[in-house]
């Protein structure tokens, strides 16, 4: 590590980020916070908020001091909170009492019980604070609990896989199996971080998915979400056979046919009927940030999309998602297939897993984009961010 003060700061931060990602899918709708204690340029303690309800990040990393914190700078990658009237005390009273020098600070929180308050009192009990190291990347780490809690939309990651020569299905859209097993545990995996998994009307009538997240200790358990606009859904889809796997909701327009509506809620499924807007082809569709804003009311902070062609052609080109992770598997699946949606959002990361390929990409004009940076779903995909689950 280089001694300049300003740089040490920063590799600090970053040793903090890394933290933060450990409690992906375990503490959603809260933000990731990582923290670290560091004092004559030695770490003496470091946490991260590990669970929804728990303690924060600056607390855990306080308690896991192995000396004192007299005089030592903390680094957390989230402005500490002053607020009360929630599930913990506030981080920025113990902060204090714990006698830290220093607070260097990733981002502010956007919760407006925060928002500056708890860099102030920090500063009022006469603690050096320093602000916006590595900001941006501090704020793409909290993209999806701003999205849910200002935005009023959850964080939307889009997946599809395709073929060595381009395509995503068969003829007609005719299920073929293009990725590996290792591909398919990353895919099981990241459902098993998300707070739903979503697809579309031909989604469900082609592959017949279960959307469970079949992983070891998956942190979460997903709602599972249909698109629908035709609910032309067939009664004995897998979906619908397996309410023991979560609940299923449907989303549709207000002017679905009533009896379609009535089928698919004897299968056990919820609808939900958005207000109707004219699909330009005489016919009738809901808007998806309707579908969005229903799904962050109740509490969805980071949804899943596994489109087909055409609904991913249509949330990228209507910005209506903030990632995809595109698999490329090793065999091809013939002229007749269909060819893969176009993405040209920039890449942040690209792994392989047992010789298929895992390329992320983040759009780069969503709101909830703010650096150039594997996500966390990402880090944790690729074996660069030691985890416990
Ligand atoms: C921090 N450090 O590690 C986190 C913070 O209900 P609670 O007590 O968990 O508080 C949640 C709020 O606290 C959340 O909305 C956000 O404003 C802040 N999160 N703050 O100092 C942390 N997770
Ligand atoms: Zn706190």
């Known amino acids: 590590m280089s001694n300049d003060p300003a740089a ?4 600090w931060m970053k040793h903090a980020l890394i933290l933060a990602v450990r409690g992906r899918g375990l503490v959603e709708p809260n933000p990731l916070v990582g923290c670290v204690i560091v004092r004559d340029g030695r770490l003496i303690g470091q946490g991260y908020h590990e669970r ?3 303690p924060h990040a600056e607390i855990n990393a306080l308690t896991a001091c192995h000396e004192t914190a007299e005089g030592a700078t903390a680094y957390v990658t989230l402005e500490p909170c002053c607020h009360t009237g929630k599930k913990t005390p506030p981080c920025v009273p113990t902060l204090i009492a714990a006698g830290l020098a220093r ?7 956007p919760n407006p019980a925060v928002s500056g308050e708890g860099v102030r009192q920090l500063r009022a009990a006469g603690i050096e604070v320093r ?3 590595l900001e941006p990347q501090c704020r793409q780490l909290i993209a999806p609990y701003v999205a849910q809690s200002r935005l009023g939309r959850p964080y939307v990651t889009l997946k599809w896989a395709i073929s060595s020569d381009g395509k995503v299905a068969g003829s007609n859209g005719r299920p073929v199996t293009i990725t590996n097993r290792a591909a398919m545990a990353a895919v099981h995996a990241l459902r098993g971080r998300c707070d739903a998994i979503a697809i579309g009307t031909n989604t469900l009538v082609n592959d017949n998915p279960s959307l469970t997240a079949r992983t070891p200790d998956p942190p979460r358990r997903p709602l599972r979400v249909v698109f629908s606009n035709s609910l032309s859904l067939p009664p004995d889809a897998r979906l619908f056979a397996t309410p023991e796997a979560g609940r299923v909701i449907v989303y549709t327009h207000a002017h679905a046919n009533t009896q379609a509506v009535r089928e698919i809620q004897s299968l056990g499924a919820e609808i939900v009927q958005l207000p109707s807007h004219d699909n330009g082809r005489g016919g009738m569709r809901f808007s998806m940030s309707d579908a969005y804003y229903d799904l962050a009311s109740r509490g969805v902070t980071h949804l899943m999309i596994e489109p087909g062609p055409k ?3 249509e949330l990228i080109s209507r910005n209506q998602a903030d990632a995809a992770w595109i698999f490329t598997g090793q065999n091809p699946i013939g002229g007749d297939g269909l ?6 959002w920039p890449e942040t990361g690209a792994s392989e897993l047992d010789g298929d390929r895992l390329v992320e990409r983040l759009n780069p004009a969503s709101e909830a984009f703010h650096a ?4 966390p779903d990402f880090l944790i995909a690729s074996g660069n961010c030691p985890r416990q689950h």
């Open 372 to 375: 150039l940076e594997p996500s």
């Open 339 to 344: 060819p893969a949606p176009e993405c040209s």
């Open 131 to 133: 602000e916006g190291v």
């Open 311 to 313: 609904l991913a052609r």
């Open 52 to 54: 929804f309800g728990g």
């Open 103 to 109: 607070v260097v600070v990733g981002c502010i929180d």
């Open 8 to 11: 040490l700061d920063v590799a």
